[in-house]
């Protein structure tokens, strides 16, 4: 089994900026792509940012230019730096991890909420 920990979440204003982390433990050695999706109240999980082993990465264009995700494999953590935040950017931020051989794992979720 592979267990995700995210924290970093909270309250900011719009423009502001937040750190999200997300620290691995368990069966990670298959683990080959790790990132972050989001769920705002009602809505669908949707990708945010993914990294693989190797750092190539991927975002939604709804993030792209103001969010920066980075891996640490020595760590077992993802980060994700967002800055200039929006009151859409509000939601519930879901790390990731996929295997070939293990599957898919999800965090517990932290809230992220951006006011106007």
């Known amino acids: 089994q592979v267990q995700l920990v995210e924290s970093g979440g909270g309250l900011v204003q719009a423009g502001g900026s937040l750190r999200l982390s997300c620290a691995a433990s368990?069966?990670?050695?298959?683990?080959?792509?790790m990132g972050w999706y989001r769920q705002a109240s009602g809505g669908q999980r949707e990708l945010v940012a993914t990294?693989?082993?190797?750092?190539?990465?991927n975002y939604a264009d709804s993030v792209l230019g103001r969010f920066t995700i980075s891996r640490d494999n020595a760590k077992n953590t993802v980060l994700l730096q967002m800055n200039s935040l929006k009151p859409e950017d509000t939601a519930v931020y879901y790390c990731?991890?996929?295997?070939?051989?293990?599957?898919?794992?999800w965090g517990q979720g932290t809230q992220v909420t951006v006011s106007s």
């Open positions: 990294i693989t082993r190797s750092s190539w990465t």
């Open positions: 368990g069966n990670i050695f298959s683990t080959s792509v």
């Open positions: 990731y991890a996929w295997g070939a051989t293990v599957g898919n794992y």
